[in-house]
């Protein structure tokens, strides 16, 4: 039953989590360059130009479903099952959402570093 | 990329971990939670190996945004990805931990994949990426969009 459970906790996570990621990572494209923002700007006017991004929010939100439902898989499974899981199939998720929603650019390099990666976490774990 | 942009870039790999470690350790000490407690999820906050982590966390958040509004996601993902190597390097070198053949093997492959996306561009050229956020804004931020 908890195998049922960790299982449907991993699939939350990478859903929430690619979810939220490509929301941010919207939201600060839109917000632009903070580095140069903070240096023109200062500290207040980069946090109230982040806050009024309202994908900012959403990913923002999205993220605690992701960090809550790491928690209950954490409580439940096996760290060494749901931890590698989640962060392999969120790698090789998020590398199909960039491409589809944000338009990145994920050539050959982009692919084999995320294979790599991805591959490299579940070995650790075996 | 400036050297201060690789230390946001450390910052995410330094902070994620060590947040992590700090998380899971709370929730060994707090045992399992069940769905007709979910007041526990919430009180998990006062144990102070949960908070200290949260607090790590959320330094993690300030550079990861930081790095997603100069770089694409598929380019932060796997190039902040050595903690995993970190962790393996200190359990190894500082704990004096055996380390499988596989977790090296693990290892490996990740320091070859944050060196292979690192040598490539960090960002999308920038009009076709303009082009992109424009047509990409009604299918992302419709389905994101909340209103109470």
């Known amino acids: 039953m908890s195998e049922i459970y960790a299982w449907a906790a991993i699939g939350l996570i990478v859903l929430a989590s690619t979810t939220g990621d490509v929301l941010l990572a919207y939201s600060m494209k839109r917000v632009g360059d903070v580095g140069e923002l903070l240096r023109r700007r200062g500290l207040l006017a980069v946090i109230g130009r982040v806050l009024k991004t309202p994908t900012f929010t959403a990913g923002v939100l999205a993220m605690a479903v992701a960090f809550y439902?790491?928690?209950?898989?954490?409580?439940?499974?096996n760290l060494s099952l749901v931890a590698p899981a989640s962060a392999a199939l969120t790698f090789v998720a998020n590398a199909m959402a960039a491409r589809i929603f944000l338009h990145e650019r994920v050539g050959r390099r982009r692919w084999i570093a995320t294979l790599l990666v991805a591959c490299g976490v579940v070995l650790m774990a075996l | 990329m400036t050297f201060r942009k690789y230390l946001v870039l450390a910052g995410i790999?330094?902070?994620?971990?060590?947040?992590?470690s700090l998380l899971a350790r709370g929730m060994?000490?707090?045992?399992?939670?069940s769905l007709h407690h979910l007041s526990g999820l919430l009180l998990a906050i006062l144990n102070?190996?949960?908070?200290?982590?949260?607090?790590?966390?959320?330094?993690?958040?300030?550079?990861?945004?930081?790095a997603l509004s100069w770089a694409d996601l598929t380019y932060v993902l796997p190039a902040t990805s050595l903690g995993y190597v970190l962790v393996g390097?200190?359990?190894?070198?500082?704990?004096?931990?055996?380390?499988?053949?596989?977790?090296w093997l693990g290892i490996a492959l990740i320091a070859a994949g944050v060196g292979f996306v690192a040598a490539g561009p960090s960002v999308t050229p920038a009009r076709q990426h303009q082009d992109a956020v424009a047509g990409s804004a009604q299918t992302v931020s419709q389905p994101g969009e909340v209103r109470p």
């Open chain 2, 89 to 103: 390097l200190i359990a190894h070198f500082g704990f004096h931990e055996e380390i499988s053949l596989t977790r």
């Open chain 1, 69 to 77: 439902s790491l928690l209950f898989g954490l409580s439940w499974g």
């Open chain 2, 13 to 20: 790999s330094l902070f994620a971990t060590a947040g992590d």
């Open chain 2, 28 to 33: 060994k000490n707090l045992g399992g939670i």
């Open chain 2, 48 to 66: 102070p190996w949960i908070a200290a982590g949260i607090l790590l966390l959320l330094a993690f958040f300030a550079c990861y945004l930081s």
